[in-house]
């Protein structure tokens, strides 16, 4: 047993519990956060705390748009988690943050290619609530990994574009894609994602004291080529219409996850192989 704890939030999340469940076969102390909107967090919270030495938050609660029906809420229960765990790190000192944050920060940008470094041009409130907390967070003085996840696919992960294919493959039903021969990388396996957070905080010490990590699958491939394969992986009869669209199809890099991770995260075609093996 790990002597310190971590502290989660969103433990009852798809992402969440299967985090939980990864880490405590790597038998670590897990400490988690409830009510994390109510007024009454902090003064709950500090019970949970008062046994523990919190060594790392990780915090992966908040609203997106598809657990939340209004813009606004969005925005608003996000900044106020956030400034609430602000408080909770100041409080209990905690010295290493990894904090959930995602792509779509960089929903304007013109770039085909984006980086760690690309600049941030959020559209969404989403994006927009994600990108004004890292800077929050960036502001302390500890150790922050920013996290800047795609959309992360397990069994239990009922939602995003592969999800939305897949489900009208299923029932045979007209495929609208727009840029089919861009390359695409826009997803990262469940498993993968827990290995590379058990990874970071294995190596707390040697990492700089902020780090941005595009995460994503590797090897990405040609839309066209994906929806080949999943068509073929069904055995569906799917029509696959190609749409004029002036958005730009975004591939994401991160050159240095082989110096950070001891695993390689799965390929593109490898990772929709898995998930649609686990629906």
């Known amino acids: 047993m790990n002597s310190k704890s971590i502290l989660i939030t969103g433990s009852t999340g798809i992402i969440g519990k299967s985090l939980v469940l990864f880490l405590k076969k790597k038998k670590f102390n897990l400490v988690f956060s409830k009510g994390s909107k109510s007024k009454d ?3 709950n919270l500090k019970k949970d705390l008062k046994s523990n030495s919190i ?13 939340s029906n209004s813009p606004q809420e969005i925005k608003k229960i996000n900044l106020k988690i956030d400034k609430q765990l602000i408080k909770v790190v100041k409080k209990f000192n905690i010295p290493f943050v990894i904090f959930s944050s995602t792509n779509r920060v ?39 990994v920013i996290l ?31 840029n089919p021969n ?10 993968d994602l827990n290995k590379a957070i058990f990874n970071l905080i294995k190596q707390k010490q040697n990492l700089p004291r902020k780090k941005i990590i595009n995460l994503a699958a590797l090897k990405p491939i ?39 991770f001891d695993f390689k995260i799965k390929s593109v075609k490898n990772s929709i192989n898995s998930y649609l093996n686990d629906l």
Request: with cysteine; proline share 2%.
């Open 55 to 67: 060594d790392c938050l990780i915090h992966l609660a908040g609203k997106d748009d598809y657990n």
């Open 182 to 191: 861009s390359l695409f990388n826009n997803v990262i396996l469940q498993n």
């Open 106 to 144: 960089y929903e304007g940008s013109k770039k085909k290619k984006i980086i760690n470094n690309s600049l941030t041009i959020p559209i969404s409130p989403y994006g927009k609530s994600k990108i004004k907390s890292e800077k929050a967070f960036s502001k302390l003085n500890l150790k922050l």
């Open 41 to 43: 967090f902090l003064k």
């Open 222 to 260: 040609k839309f066209i080529h994906l929806i080949k394969f999943m068509l073929r992986k069904i055995k569906s009869n799917s029509l696959i219409t190609v749409c004029k669209n002036n958005k730009i199809s975004k591939l994401y890099l991160n050159k240095d996850s082989r110096n950070l």
């Open 148 to 178: 800047r996840l795609p959309s992360v696919l397990s069994k239990h992960s009922k939602k995003g574009l592969i999800y939305f294919i897949y489900k009208k493959m299923i029932k045979n039903k007209e495929v609208k894609i727009f």
